[in-house]
C-alpha cells in the first residue's frame, strides 16, 4: 500500500509568515505533485517533481515555491503567506513506469488558514 | 479555460437507486480518464480509469462510460450506498500530461 503523508492536518498562519508545508511517501515513486483544492475550483496543480531537485510549475505557482531534495520528501513553500491562500493543500505521487496507469495516490491533506 | 467541466456541483440519491455523475471535456487529446472520490478532511482516492480506445469499464458496482463523439465522461454507481456519499472528481490526461480534474460533484446517498 502506498502512503503519503503530511506534515499537519491543520494550520493556522498569519500574513506574510513564511509557510513550510511536508509530504512524504514511502514507495520511491518518482514524481510527486501539490494541489490546492477549493470549493467550485476542484484541484489545481501548484508544483510538480519528476524527480529530485527537479521541479516545474503547474497552473497556479504565483506565491509558492517548492523544494526537493531526497526523493521521499517533497516540500511546498508559501514566501509570505495571504489570505487568499486559505485553502485545502493536497500532495500526491505516482510512478510513471506502470503501463497503463497514471492514478495518483493522495495524502489526507492539510486544512491552511490564514488570518 | 477549464479543459474538464462537471456542470453539476451536487446529486442527492436514494439509496439503493442508480447514481449517475457526469462529465464533460474539450480536448480531444486526452488519453486516459480516472475517476475520484473524496471524504471530507481525507485525501482523494482512486476509484476507476478507462482508457480512450475503450467506450466502458466497470468494477463493482462501480462502471464508467465514455462517448468520445460528444467527448462526454459518466459514473455509474448501482446501487447506491450512504457510504457513496462524498466528492466526486473525474480527471483527464492528455498523452504525455499531467492530470486535469474537474470541479467535484458532491454525491448524498440518503437512506
Known amino acids: 500500500d502506498v502512503k503519503v503523508t503530511q506534515s499537519s492536518r491543520y494550520l493556522v498562519k498569519r500574513t506574510g509568515e513564511k509557510v513550510f508545508l511536508e509530504c512524504v511517501q514511502d514507495m520511491d515513486h518518482e514524481n510527486m505533485f501539490w494541489y490546492r483544492q477549493d470549493p467550485g475550483l476542484g484541484l489545481r496543480l501548484i508544483y510538480f517533481?519528476?524527480?529530485?531537485?527537479?521541479?516545474e510549475k503547474g497552473d497556479i505557482p504565483e506565491g509558492y515555491s517548492v523544494s526537493r531534495e531526497k526523493k521521499e520528501r517533497f516540500s511546498l513553500i508559501l514566501e509570505s503567506a495571504s489570505t487568499n491562500q486559505t485553502s485545502m493543500y493536497l500532495c500526491?505521487?505516482?510512478?510513471?513506469?506502470?503501463?497503463?496507469?497514471?492514478?495518483?495516490?493522495f495524502g489526507p491533506g492539510t486544512r491552511l488558514t490564514v488570518t | 479555460d477549464q479543459q474538464v467541466k462537471q456542470n453539476s456541483p451536487s446529486l442527492s440519491v436514494q439509496e439503493g437507486r442508480i447514481s449517475i455523475l457526469n462529465c464533460d471535456y474539450t480536448?480531444?487529446?486526452?488519453?486516459?480518464f480516472l475517476w475520484y472520490k473524496k471524504y471530507p478532511a481525507e485525501g482523494p482516492t482512486f476509484l476507476i480509469s478507462i482508457s480512450s480506445i475503450k467506450d466502458k469499464n466497470e468494477d463493482g458496482r462501480f462502471t464508467v462510460f465514455l462517448n468520445k463523439s460528444a467527448k462526454h465522461l459518466s459514473l455509474h454507481i448501482v446501487p447506491s450506498q450512504p457510504g457513496d456519499s462524498a466528492v466526486y472528481f473525474c480527471?483527464?490526461?492528455?498523452?504525455?500530461?499531467?492530470?486535469?480534474f474537474g470541479q467535484g460533484t458532491e454525491l448524498s446517498v440518503k437512506p
Open positions: 500526491a505521487t505516482r510512478t510513471p513506469g506502470q503501463l497503463g496507469s497514471y492514478e495518483q495516490y
Open positions: 480536448n480531444s487529446m486526452f488519453d486516459y
Open positions: 517533481s519528476y524527480d529530485v531537485k527537479m521541479k
Open positions: 480527471a483527464a490526461r492528455p498523452k504525455g500530461g499531467k492530470l486535469i
